[in-house]
Nanobody, 116 residues
Framework: QVQLLESGGGLVQAGGSLRLSCAAS????????MGWYRQGPGNERELVAT???????NYADSVKGRFTISRDNARNTMYLQMNSLKPEDTGVYYC??????????WGKGTLVTVSS
């Protein structure tokens, strides 16, 4: 079992920045890939960015150049630095981890609201 706790969400004006964190506990040493997903109002949940244990990253086209994903394997924590935020970035941001066994876990989410 892996428990995930997201933090760092909030209200920010367009053009501003936020940094999200996702702390993993439990069987966190078995984690392979960590990622951020988001679900905006009326939208389906979508991929934002992922990062592997070795630091290989993947981003959605809509956030490339603005968001940066990183992880601290020693602390079992993942981060998402979000710059130049846009109103369309508004949504609940979820942390997801995938174990080497392919089992996955989701956090409960943290709300990001970007005002215009």
């Amino acid at each position: 079992q892996v428990q995930l706790l997201e933090s760092g969400g909030g209200l920010v004006q367009a053009g501003g920045s936020l940094r999200l964190s996702c702390a993993a506990s439990g069987s966190s040493s078995s984690i392979n890939v960590m990622g951020w997903y988001r679900q905006g109002p009326g939208n389906e949940r979508e991929l934002v960015a992922t990062i592997t244990t070795r630091g290989l990253t993947n981003y959605a086209d809509s956030v490339k150049g603005r968001f940066t994903i990183s992880r601290d394997n020693a602390r079992n924590t993942m981060y998402l630095q979000m710059n130049s935020l846009k109103p369309e970035d508004t949504g609940v941001y979820y942390c997801k981890v995938v174990q080497w066994s392919a089992r996955s876990y989701w956090g409960k989410g943290t709300l990001v609201t970007v005002s215009s």
